[in-house]
């Protein structure tokens, strides 16, 4: 059965024989786009109304009736009797009507594919529909897809994403995907297939919540207790000094090297510079248009004047159209296509633990923070709606009163180190 909803003005009849009479029904939300209510009347019992979304912004409200048409009463004066007079448990079951689930057989896949049905309607990215099809087609459909969803329990989708949290990595090759056993590799392993199952688990009970809510599931009580693992979020993220960011251009081809560049000035993702053309380099502005991110959202990133330097040498006398990173043979980049040579200048420069092209984009944003940019530019530069995200993985490299204080009047007791040798400094502290 589904969920309960509790009102302390309107579970009891004692509650609601203190509420003010009034025409306007006092209303509870009940599941979304649908509120019971109940209107108090001068005299004798109040009625029951359900008020539903009907799109566009619109309700509609209407009186609870049996089914020879007669209003459905509360149970202020007599108990209910399931049909004339209701209590506010009944009128919740028959507020929601009867649920699809009960007479089909709706699976877990059935879910999948409705919710992907919605997420396409409603316009997302397409990078989002892919990581959802990718961890549906992976992960979800090959295990769970053929159980029936009002069959699920709270032990076996546990079991699923303990399963899941424990699986072997998954590495791309050149004849498609393949499996990897990770082995024991540490806390950070753990933590990092913890997170990817937390992610999984998103997807699928998103699609679940989507099937119950249409009616196509009985109860949600099943996926409700199963809750996400705790402190896997918290990645160290890998970022190059200055010194490192310049061997590591030093060791780069010229053919990427552009590529690596244009990653440290803008912190762009690789995908989004790979669609660049002349004319997404304003030079009157300072700024490079972002018109394909993966929010779905455009974007504006302002350069510093090494940047712009930068895109006014990579577009001088090109076409307007043209794009601006194209290997030597005159073909652009593509998907995966930067792993390579990536890999190649990381070893080249002796840059350990290596790192991947997306490390130039947290080494853009760690800089900036570092240099006191304030986190929502920071956030607005790297394409994100707010400053959560920054705050997670870059906020505790930022200035504050804390470190500030810490550093000004903390004690010192006239450490000085025995050798000669000396550590490079990594910029100011």
């Not at 009163?401 to 450490?415: K, S, V």
């Amino acid at each position: 059965m589904p969920r309960q909803v509790r009102d302390s003005n309107l579970e009891t009849r004692t509650a609601r024989s203190r509420l003010p009479v009034r025409h306007k029904p006092y209303f509870r939300l009940i599941e979304p786009g649908l509120h019971l209510g109940y209107r108090k009347l001068a005299g004798g019992p109040g009625t029951w109304v359900v008020r539903r979304y009907a799109g566009e912004g619109a309700y509609t409200v209407e009186n609870l009736r049996t089914a020879d048409g007669g209003l459905v009463l509360a149970d202020d004066y007599e108990d209910g009797d399931g049909e004339h007079v209701l209590s506010f448990a009944q009128a919740q079951r028959t507020a929601r009507g009867p649920r699809i689930g009960r007479v089909g057989n709706y699976t877990v896949a059935d879910a999948m594919d409705d919710y992907l049905r919605f997420l396409e309607g409603e316009g997302r990215s397409k990078h989002s529909l892919y990581d959802v099809r990718r961890r549906d087609q992976i992960h979800i459909r090959p295990v769970l897809g053929k159980l029936r969803a009002a069959a699920l329990t709270t032990d076996r989708l546990r079991r699923w994403r303990d399963e899941l949290a424990k699986s072997a990595a998954r590495l791309r090759t050149r004849d498609g995907e393949r499996q990897k056993f990770r082995g024991t590799d540490g806390d950070d392993g753990q933590r990092a297939r913890r997170a990817s199952a937390n992610r999984t688990w998103t997807v699928l009970r998103a699609a679940l919540n989507h099937a119950y809510h249409d009616g196509k599931i009985d109860s949600d009580t099943a996926w409700r207790k199963v809750k996400p693992f705790k402190k896997v979020d918290a990645a160290r993220i890998r970022y190059l000094t200055i010194a490192e960011a310049k061997r590591l251009i030093n060791a780069t081809d010229g053919e990427f090297r552009p590529m690596v560049e244009a990653a440290l000035q803008t912190g762009a993702r690789y995908g989004e510079l790979c669609q660049l053309v002349v004319h997404d380099f304003n030079p009157d502005s300072g700024t490079i248009a972002i018109r394909q991110s993966k929010s779905g959202k455009p974007r504006h990133v302002v350069l510093t004047r090494e940047g712009e330097s930068l895109f006014v040498h990579l577009t001088a006398g090109r076409r307007g159209n043209e794009l601006i990173f194209q290997k030597r043979n005159g073909e652009p980049f593509a998907k995966s296509h930067q792993a390579r040579p990536m890999a190649e200048a990381v070893g080249r420069a002796k840059i350990k633990p290596a790192l991947s092209f997306h490390s130039l984009r947290h080494t853009w944003a760690s800089h900036s923070v570092m240099n006191g940019v304030p986190l929502m530019v920071v956030a607005r530069n790297l394409g994100h709606a707010d400053t959560r995200m920054v705050e997670k993985h870059y906020g505790h490299l930022a200035r504050s009163y804390i470190t500030d204080a810490i550093r000004e009047g903390a004690p010192r007791f006239g450490f000085k180190p025995r050798s000669n040798i000396s550590p490079m400094r990594r910029g100011p502290r």
